[in-house]
C-alpha cells in the first residue's frame, strides 16, 4: 500500500498516456462522435490509481449532510434535486452527461452517438460495465431502462422532460436505437436525464433498492434518518477515494454548518452566507436558478404591457439581492444562465426606476387600464431561504410605484394552482414567484413551459412566439442558438416573465476532502469527484 | 374501576373518531399530492396515473369509505412519501418518542419539585426570587434558539455533544433538555403556587406549632395535598412531547412523531396524517386515564368510578 502511494504522479501519468492513446483510437473510427476532454480524462483518472494493473482500494468513509431526502430513491424519478443529488453519477448513470461548466453532452455509458435520420439514433455503448447485480451493460439492458421510464403508468418524474414520445430498441449486442415521434435534436442532451437501473429492476413498480453502473452500489436507508452507499471496487472508471459515504440530512442550514465545524460531517451544502463567512473551507457558486415573477398576462392589470413594465423597473434587484437575500442571488435579467444556448450575452434588461414605473402606471391609467385592481403577490414560501422577506419588499416596492399589491404566502401545494394550467387561467390577477433551472445547455427546457400559449406554466397567447418557439426546437447548432436568442428577446420585451435574482448557493468541506463545486453541485454531487487530501 | 376505564375508553374513542372524520377532510381540502410529487410540467397522463395509484381519483365520499373499512383493520394505506405503510411509518417514530417524553419528563419533575418547594418554603426570599426569576426565563425563552445556541456551545466550541442525530447517551443530552425547557418552568411555578397555599392551611400549621420540621411537612404531607394541580399540568405537558417535540425533530434531526406528522401535512401524505393522529390520539387517551388513575393514588378522596 506504501508504494502505491509513493509515486501518484507516475501513475496517473501512465493512465493519462493510455487514455489518451484509447481516446486517438476511437477518433479514427468514429465520425459523429462528441468525447471526453483530455483535460476531463487527466480528473477522471486521478482516481483512479493502478499500479500492475491492481486497483488502488477505496478506503474510508465519508459524510455529506443535505438539506432533504429523496423522496424516492428509483433512478426513473432522478430529475428532482433531492434524488438526483444521492443517486446519479454516483449509484446509477446515463448514457451521457453534461459538462458543468460548459453544457456540453459528454459521452458516459455511450461513447459515441449517430443521428440517422430526424428521429432516429444510435448509440455505442461502453463495453466492459457490469450493473452492481453483475449484469452486464448491453443494448437490451438500456433498452429496459429507457422504456420502462417512458411507461406512462410508472409515473417517472424523468418523463415529463421528454416532450415526444421516445422509444428504444436493440439495434446490436452493444448499439441501442432511440426512436422519437418528432424530431429531437438534442436527444443526446435530453437521454442525459435517463439514469439506467439494472435489468433485475421490477419493470412495473418502483424500486427502493437502486442498483446501477456508478461508482457506488446503494448499501441501505434509514428513512428519514440517512442513506449509505459503499463504493464500487470494480467501477469502470477506477474505484472512487472512499469506501463508503453516508448521507443524513438536516433541515437546519445552522445544524448543516454545525456538523463541518464539529467534524461530524464532510460536505454540507446549501449553507447561508453568515454561516460561511471566513472559513477557508467554504465555496461559492452559482446555482444554474433563476427566480423570477411570472405575471398573469390574461387579466387587468398584468394584460396591459406598460404595467408589467413598470413592475420590473419598480423592482429594485440590487438591494433585494444585497440586503435581503443575504449574499444569496445576484440581480438577473434573464431565465436562463449562460450555460443556456437561449442566454443573450450582455443583455442589459431593465434597470430599476422608480419614477419610470410611477410615469408607466399613470401612462396606463390614463388610457383606460385599471391599474388599481388589487394584484395578489404569491409568494411560494420553500423557494429559497429568505422568500418571505424579499416578496415583503415586492410587494412595498410595487405599491409604491402605485400599484395595489395583496401578499399571499403559500407553501408548493398550495402555489400550484396559481402555477399550473388549467387552474391557474381562473385566478385573479397576480405575480407568482418562480424559481427555475435548468443544466441541460438547452433552451427548450426553459422556454416552452414559460412562453408558450400551450406550456403548462405559461400564461403567454402569443401565437408569433409559438410559431418561433415550434421552429427553434428542429433547428441545430448556432442556429438554434440564434432562434432561441430571438425567442427570449422578445419574450423579455413583452415581460412575459420578471426575473429578479440569479441563486447563489455556498458549500462547506472538512480537512479531510476535496471537491469543486460547480453549477451542478445542487443537483448532482457526483462522489467520484470528491478526493481526499 | 372496570366501568371507570370502559366509560373514559368508550368517551374517548367516540372524540378520536370525530377527530378522524374531520382530519380526513379537512386534510384533502390543502390540495393534491400530485402537484407536490410530480414536475410542474407534468402531462395530464401523468396526474391521472399518480392520483390512480394512489387512490386519489375515486369520489372523495369513495375514498372515505375505503378510509373507514380499511382503518377498521388498522390498516391506513401506503405513505406517498415514504413509500412503506403509513402505520409502520408512526410507529416506528412512537419508540422514540415516548422514551424521550419520559426521561425529559422525569427529570423535569425530579428539578420543578424541589425547586418550586424550596421557593415556596421560603417565599419572597433571595432563593426564591432566584427559582422564580429561573423558571420564567426556562418558561419564556425560545426552545428553537436555545437549541441551535446549546449546538454552537457544546458542539462547535466545546465538542462536547454531537450536534444531532441520534447516536450514543450523548445524543440525547441536547434533545432532552430542550424538550424539558419550557416544563421545568412552568411545573416550577405551579409547584410553588400549589405549595404556598398549602403550607398556609391550617392543619400544617398546626403541625408546624407541634414541632414538625418544615421539610418534613413540605414533603411528606402538604406535597401531597397540593399534588392534584402538579400531576394536571404534568399531564398536559407530556401530552404536548409526545405529539409535539417537531423542534427537536427539526433541529436535531429525531426520528420522532412530531416531525413525522409536520412532513405528512407538508407532503400531503394522507395516510401518515391519518395514522398519526389515530396513534398520537391514542397515546393522549392512556395518558389521559394514567394521569386519572394518578389523581386517585395521589388523593384518596378521588375515587376511580
Excluded at chain 1, 216 to 228: E, L, P, V, Y
Amino acid at each position: 500500500m506504501l508504494a502505491v502511494y509513493k509515486f501518484p504522479d507516475c501513475q496517473r501519468q501512465l493512465i493519462l498516456t493510455q487514455r489518451r492513446l484509447r481516446i486517438r483510437e476511437e477518433n479514427l473510427v468514429t465520425n459523429y462522435v462528441k468525447r471526453v476532454p483530455a483535460l476531463k480524462t487527466l480528473m477522471l483518472s486521478a482516481a483512479m490509481t493502478v499500479v500492475g494493473g491492481a486497483a488502488l482500494a477505496a478506503e474510508g468513509s465519508i459524510v455529506l449532510v443535505l438539506p432533504s431526502e429523496p423522496t424516492s430513491v428509483d433512478a426513473c424519478d432522478d430529475s428532482t434535486n433531492a434524488n438526483a443529488r444521492v443517486l446519479r453519477g454516483n449509484v446509477v448513470e446515463g448514457l451521457t452527461r453534461l459538462d458543468p461548466k460548459t453544457g456540453q453532452v459528454e459521452p458516459l455509458l455511450a461513447t459515441e452517438w449517430k443521428r440517422v435520420d430526424d428521429k432516429t439514433w444510435l448509440f455505442t455503448l461502453r463495453p466492459d460495465v457490469k450493473f452492481h447485480d453483475g449484469a452486464s451493460l448491453n443494448a437490451e439492458a438500456v433498452a429496459f431502462g429507457i422504456n420502462r421510464s417512458m411507461n406512462a403508468d410508472l409515473v417517472c418524474q424523468t418523463l415529463s422532460l421528454f416532450k415526444t414520445k421516445t422509444t428504444a430498441s436493440i439495434e446490436s449486442d452493444m448499439v441501442v436505437k432511440i426512436v422519437t415521434e418528432d424530431a429531437d435534436p438534442i436527444l443526446p442532451a435530453r437521454i442525459a436525464y435517463i439514469d439506467l437501473p439494472s435489468p433485475a429492476t421490477p419493470p412495473a413498480a418502483k424500486t427502493d433498492t437502486p442498483i446501477g453502473t456508478g461508482p457506488f452500489k446503494f448499501a441501505g436507508r434509514d428513512i428519514g434518518q440517512s442513506i449509505t452507499l459503499a463504493a464500487n471496487e470494480t467501477y469502470w472508471d477506477g474505484a472512487p477515494d472512499f469506501a463508503e459515504a453516508k448521507y443524513v440530512w438536516r433541515s437546519e442550514p445552522t445544524i448543516r454548518a454545525s456538523m463541518i465545524k464539529a467534524g461530524e460531517a464532510d460536505i454540507a451544502i446549501d449553507i447561508p452566507f453568515h454561516e460561511a463567512e471566513g472559513l477557508p473551507n467554504a465555496q461559492e457558486y452559482a446555482t444554474n436558478s433563476v427566480f423570477f415573477l411570472r405575471p398573469m398576462l390574461r387579466k387587468p392589470p398584468l394584460d396591459d404591457l406598460r404595467v408589467r413594465q413598470a413592475v420590473n423597473a419598480a423592482i429594485d434587484k440590487d438591494t433585494l439581492t444585497e440586503v435581503l437575500m443575504d449574499h444569496s442571488g445576484v440581480p438577473a435579467q434573464q431565465l436562463v444562465s449562460p450555460l443556456i444556448n437561449g442566454n443573450i450575452p450582455d443583455f442589459a434588461g431593465t434597470a430599476y426606476d422608480l419614477d419610470r414605473a410611477k410615469a408607466l402606471i399613470a401612462e396606463a391609467k390614463a388610457a383606460g387600464v385599471a391599474v388599481d385592481t388589487p394584484i395578489e403577490l404569491i409568494a411560494r414560501s420553500d423557494l429559497f431561504s429568505g422568500i418571505n422577506e424579499v416578496s415583503q419588499a415586492i410587494q412595498q416596492m410595487l405599491q409604491e410605484a402605485g400599484l395595489k399589491v395583496n401578499l399571499k404566502p403559500v407553501d408548493s401545494a398550495a402555489w400550484s394552482p396559481w402555477a399550473r394550467k388549467p387552474d391557474s387561467l381562473e385566478q385573479p390577477a397576480n405575480l407568482l414567484t418562480v424559481t427555475h433551472d435548468n443544466i441541460s445547455g438547452d433552451a427548450s427546457l426553459s422556454f416552452p413551459n414559460y412562453f408558450s400559449s400551450g406550456g403548462r406554466l405559461s400564461m403567454a397567447n402569443d401565437t408569433a412566439l409559438d410559431e418561433k418557439l415550434a421552429k427553434a426546437a428542429t433547428l441545430v447548432g448556432d442556429e438554434r442558438t440564434a432562434a432561441y436568442r430571438d425567442i427570449a428577446k422578445a419574450a423579455y420585451g413583452e415581460e412575459i416573465i420578471i426575473p429578479v435574482a440569479a441563486l447563489q448557493s455556498r458549500l462547506l468541506t472538512s480537512d479531510k476532502v476535496s471537491y469543486e463545486a460547480n453549477g451542478f453541485t445542487d443537483i448532482e454531487l457526483h462522489l467520484a469527484d470528491v478526493k481526499k487530501k | 374501576m372496570l366501568k371507570f376505564l370502559s366509560v373514559r375508553l368508550t368517551t374517548s374513542l367516540i372524540a378520536l373518531t370525530g377527530v378522524m372524520v374531520i382530519v380526513f377532510f379537512l386534510a384533502r381540502l390543502t390540495g393534491s399530492p400530485a402537484s407536490l410529487y410530480l414536475p410542474v410540467d407534468a402531462t395530464d397522463a401523468m396526474v391521472e396515473a399518480f392520483n390512480r395509484q394512489n387512490g386519489l381519483d375515486k369520489p372523495l365520499v369513495s375514498q372515505f369509505v375505503d378510509f373507514v373499512a380499511n382503518a377498521l383493520r388498522l390498516d391506513f394505506g401506503q405513505s406517498i412519501a415514504q413509500q412503506r405503510p403509513a402505520a409502520t411509518a408512526v410507529l416506528s417514530a412512537m419508540p422514540q418518542t415516548i422514551l424521550l417524553a419520559a426521561i425529559a419528563m422525569g427529570l423535569t419533575l425530579l428539578l420543578a419539585i424541589p425547586l418550586g418547594t424550596f421557593a415556596a418554603l421560603s417565599p419572597n426570599s433571595t432563593l426564591d426570587r432566584g427559582i422564580t426569576l429561573f423558571s420564567l426565563f426556562t418558561a419564556s425563552i425560545p426552545d428553537f434558539w436555545f437549541a441551535l445556541v446549546c449546538v454552537l456551545v457544546f458542539s462547535v466550541s466545546l465538542g462536547l455533544l454531537p450536534t444531532s442525530g441520534q447516536g450514543g447517551l450523548s445524543s440525547w443530552v441536547l434533545p432532552v433538555a430542550t424538550v424539558m425547557l419550557h416544563p421545568v418552568g412552568v411545573i416550577t411555578q405551579v409547584v410553588r403556587g400549589a405549595m404556598l397555599e398549602t403550607l398556609n392551611a391550617g392543619y400544617v400549621q398546626n403541625a408546624r406549632a407541634r414541632g414538625y420540621s418544615w421539610r418534613r411537612l413540605a414533603f411528606r404531607h402538604a406535597l401531597r395535598n397540593a399534588a392534584l394541580p402538579i400531576i394536571t399540568v404534568a399531564g398536559d405537558r407530556a401530552g404536548g412531547m409526545v405529539n409535539g417535540a417537531v423542534i427537536v425533530s427539526a433541529v436535531f434531526a429525531w426520528p420522532g412523531i412530531g416531525k413525522v406528522l409536520v412532513d405528512a401535512v407538508y407532503n400531503r401524505d394522507f395516510a401518515v396524517i391519518q395514522a398519526g393522529v389515530f396513534v398520537v390520539g391514542i397515546a393522549v387517551i392512556l395518558l389521559n386515564i394514567l394521569v386519572d388513575l394518578v389523581y386517585a393514588a395521589a388523593d384518596p378522596r378521588i375515587r376511580v368510578s
